[in-house]
């Protein structure tokens, strides 16, 4: 099987359809899914989604476009709940920076401040990161050595192919790969990929986001976890079951899933 480890299936543009879009996955043998909420207005609905079907897990943080927002105790509420697998969606984004340039460094800092908070929080619960990264690779690094999140690890969502993160696969960082890789656009990401330890790697869509190609342009989905995952094995030079297999013992080592799934049994 494989487990879908970010998809955002919370979103509101699953409502009309939610149950088809589960079915369509597990035909596709996508078995498993974690929510990433990162925002406090759908972190309810992740935790009620996870609490109705065994095979939806959920973790919690705040997205670092949305620091100003992160609540120590409002996401600590949530962090102990049985199927809360994670903390995060947390990390450093430097893409979008204020118009205001004196305001660019006051934003960055609350970012940092609100990112090694969850680091701090994930070593306090001993949970793992899903750590969000772009535009800010020396700085993401920094913080995570320094705070010695290795303690606890975690994923590198949507990693963006920078090579200095790399070394993060030492210190209990595992990489998720996601439809970006078969963009054909994605040089970058295929030139990298083969430096990833295979006991590394994470499969995820980020529905409903970066649809993989041939689907561009449209709704992303769970079920095409199986397009991902092809196109890994097909760069690892490895069958589409012994992919599946990597990422899902991955997966399941990382998240702890079988404490979780014992729970539910």
């Given at each position: 099987m494989?487990?879908?480890?970010?998809?955002?299936?919370?979103?509101?543009?699953?409502?009309?359809?939610?149950?088809?879009?589960?079915?369509?996955?597990?035909?596709?043998?996508?078995?498993?899914?974690?929510i990433p909420a990162a925002h406090p207005a759908t972190l309810q609905r992740a935790l009620e989604l996870s609490q109705?079907?065994?095979?939806?897990?959920?973790?919690?943080?705040?997205?670092?476009?949305?620091?100003?927002?992160?609540?120590?105790?409002?996401?600590?509420?949530?962090?102990?709940?049985?199927?809360?697998?994670?903390?995060?969606?947390?990390?450093?984004?430097?893409?979008?920076?204020?118009?205001?340039?004196?305001?660019?460094?006051s934003y960055k800092a609350l970012q940092k401040e609100v990112f090694v908070d969850h680091i701090n929080l994930a070593k306090k619960y001993q949970k793992p990161l899903i750590v969000h990264i772009r535009e800010a690779s020396q700085d993401s690094m920094a913080l995570l050595l320094e705070h010695e999140a290795g303690e606890v690890g975690g994923v590198l969502h949507c990693y963006n192919a920078d090579a200095m993160l790399l070394p993060l696969a030492q210190h209990n960082f595992y990489f998720g790969i996601g439809g970006v890789i078969t963009f054909k656009n994605a040089r970058k990401l295929i030139e990298v990929y083969p430096h990833i330890p295979p006991h590394k790697l994470l499969i995820e869509t980020d529905a409903p986001y970066l649809t993989p190609h041939p689907h561009r342009g449209k709704r992303n989905e769970p079920s095409y976890c199986r397009i991902i995952a092809q196109?890994?094995?097909?760069?690892?030079?490895?069958?589409?079951?012994?992919?599946?297999?990597?990422?899902?013992?991955?997966?399941?080592?990382?998240?702890?899933?079988?404490?979780?799934?014992?729970?539910?049994?």
């Amino acid at each position: 099987m494989i487990i879908d480890t970010h998809c955002h299936l919370d979103d509101a543009c699953y409502f009309d359809d939610f149950e088809k879009v589960l079915q369509d996955a597990q035909e596709a043998r996508v078995e498993r899914f974690i929510i990433p909420a990162a925002h406090p207005a759908t972190l309810q609905r992740a935790l009620e989604l996870s609490q109705r079907y065994d095979s939806i897990y959920f973790s919690v943080g705040v997205h670092p476009y949305d620091a100003n927002l992160y609540d120590r105790a409002f996401v600590e509420e949530f962090v102990t709940h049985p199927k809360c697998v994670a903390v995060g969606e947390c990390g450093l984004d430097y893409y979008r920076l204020p118009e205001d340039k004196s305001a660019i460094e006051s934003y960055k800092a609350l970012q940092k401040e609100v990112f090694v908070d969850h680091i701090n929080l994930a070593k306090k619960y001993q949970k793992p990161l899903i750590v969000h990264i772009r535009e800010a690779s020396q700085d993401s690094m920094a913080l995570l050595l320094e705070h010695e999140a290795g303690e606890v690890g975690g994923v590198l969502h949507c990693y963006n192919a920078d090579a200095m993160l790399l070394p993060l696969a030492q210190h209990n960082f595992y990489f998720g790969i996601g439809g970006v890789i078969t963009f054909k656009n994605a040089r970058k990401l295929i030139e990298v990929y083969p430096h990833i330890p295979p006991h590394k790697l994470l499969i995820e869509t980020d529905a409903p986001y970066l649809t993989p190609h041939p689907h561009r342009g449209k709704r992303n989905e769970p079920s095409y976890c199986r397009i991902i995952a092809q196109k890994m094995a097909d760069l690892s030079h490895i069958g589409l079951e012994e992919m599946e297999t990597l990422t899902t013992q991955n997966a399941y080592r990382l998240f702890n899933l079988s404490a979780i799934d014992t729970l539910d049994a």
